[in-house]
């Protein structure tokens, strides 16, 4: 099978075109897959399993490389920036030094004791030192804990490279698909959670009355971890609304007599329209912008296509015409979001946030290289193809589910009941 023909039918659009070449026929009959539909679900299943490899394993070697090759010079560089800001600061509210009277008077008291020679402030080399050092984790939490997130980035390859061995066997490759989703989506959040203190970094309380510097520095630097760890945590939370959305356009090409995957993803859109709007308005609050308010607004309204649209997906698709116009909504959702995004990344590229850029060639100038950028977007691209993979999957069980007890209500009571029931909601909802 040829990479042309596996970048077709992996995103495709329309499952109903995938065709099937011999060999792999000949070996979906051997697995008792003789529906000519059910076979197309399979290669289609295959082939973007591959593309799921190749994306999240490229994109947890370059996270891999980043974790190893981080060192103290980005948190330094930022130390530096927020105490220049601070000084800078106090020097505007302090009086001029030169502008006091002068004194010939030995100092007294306490003032006797300050030691203002140059030669005891520790050397700008040995800080850089001092704070690369305490990067590393220093308990055996910590350590188990960074082995344990590395190796939850390679979960969704492993797991969709077990569709590509077994990928006749649904069960089996739908439990491992489950069981990598598990570790790659909950892992990262559970350890986000873990306070510091079980790396073995232990924070100073610093008062705010007494050492206003220190207290302010302080906490600049935690608001930097905190965006920090939610640009990190984003691909994860992102990436399951869509992927399960394009797993719902893709089950109801194959199954257009299916209603239940339109209402999913009609309904799911303005929840996760909702949950986006929460985090734009957080960020628009630190630091405004009109390129990011663009952007927000083209990347909340494309979900709520979908929405007004509705008619197109919750009923069944009798007829081209039904499949083009489904068709013609995606491209329309696909364009808004792709020029969002285009925006939003403009926007990071440029922005500052306490004088520290977010992305910036100089690790000791930016809170991100440009390679985490990179590793960004291939996360969030492969964990939504692979909740599109194991979507389908879900989408087909729960289309089972309803078409199974939907069969046991034929010829019986209940089901004359039901049907006078939904008869008499028809007429008072017109």
Not at 209 to 214: D, G, I, N, S
Request: proline share 5%; net charge negative; aromatic share 10%.
């Amino acid at each position: 099978m040829s990479i042309i023909t596996t970048l077709g039918r992996a995103f495709t659009s329309n499952l109903r075109t995938i065709s099937v070449d011999s060999g792999e026929q000949s070996k979906l009959v051997a697995a008792a897959i003789q529906e000519p539909t059910l076979q197309r679900y399979f290669v289609w299943r295959r082939s973007l399993a591959m593309m799921v490899v190749l994306t999240t394993f490229l994109s947890a070697g370059l996270a891999t490389y980043c974790e190893l090759t981080e060192t103290g010079d980005r948190l330094s560089g930022v130390q530096t920036r927020l105490e220049n800001l601070l000084e800078d600061a106090k020097a505007d509210i302090l009086p001029d030094p030169g502008e006091e009277d002068e004194s010939d008077e030995e100092p007294s008291g306490d003032e006797a004791t300050v030691d203002k020679s140059p030669s005891k402030s520790k050397p700008a080399s040995d800080a850089t030192e001092e704070k690369a050092a305490e990067q590393e984790p220093t308990t055996a939490f910590g350590q188990f804990a960074d082995g344990v997130h590395l190796l939850s980035l390679y979960a969704m390859p492993l797991a969709a490279m077990a569709v590509l061995l077994w990928w006749t066997r649904l069960t089996r490759t739908f439990q491992i698909l489950l069981t990598g989703f598990a570790l790659a989506f909950f892992v990262p959040i559970l350890l986000a959670l873990c306070p510091w203190s079980w790396w073995g970094y232990v924070k100073p309380h610093v008062s705010p009355e007494k050492v206003p510097a220190q207290y302010f520095e302080s906490l600049a630097e935690s608001t930097l971890e905190g965006v920090f760890y939610l640009v990190t945590l984003l691909p994860t939370v992102l990436s399951l609304v869509p992927g399960a959305q394009r797993a719902c356009l893709r089950v109801k090409t194959l199954l257009p007599e299916s209603m239940l995957p339109g209402w999913f993803l009609v309904a799911a859109a303005p929840f996760y329209a909702l949950f986006l709007l929460v985090i734009f308005v957080a960020v628009n609050q630190i630091a405004s912008d009109l390129i990011f308010v663009i952007g927000m607004f083209l990347f909340l309204a494309a979900p709520f296509i979908y929405v007004a649209r509705a008619e197109v997906f919750v009923r069944p698709l009798m007829s081209d015409e039904d499949f083009y116009q489904m068709r013609r909504v995606q491209r329309m959702v696909g364009a808004v979001t792709v020029l969002a995004g285009l925006l939003l990344i403009g926007y990071l590229a440029t922005q500052e946030i306490m004088a520290v850029r977010l992305v910036n060639f100089d690790e000791k100038a930016s809170v991100f290289r440009p390679i985490e950028l990179v590793v960004f977007l291939l996360e969030l691209i492969g964990r939504s193809m692979f909740m599109t993979l194991l979507g389908a999957d879900l989408f087909i069980r729960m289309n089972l589910a309803a078409w199974k007890h939907g069969l046991t209500l034929e010829g019986t009571p209940a089901e004359a009941h039901y049907h006078r029931v939904m008869g008499a909601f028809e007429q008072v909802a017109k």
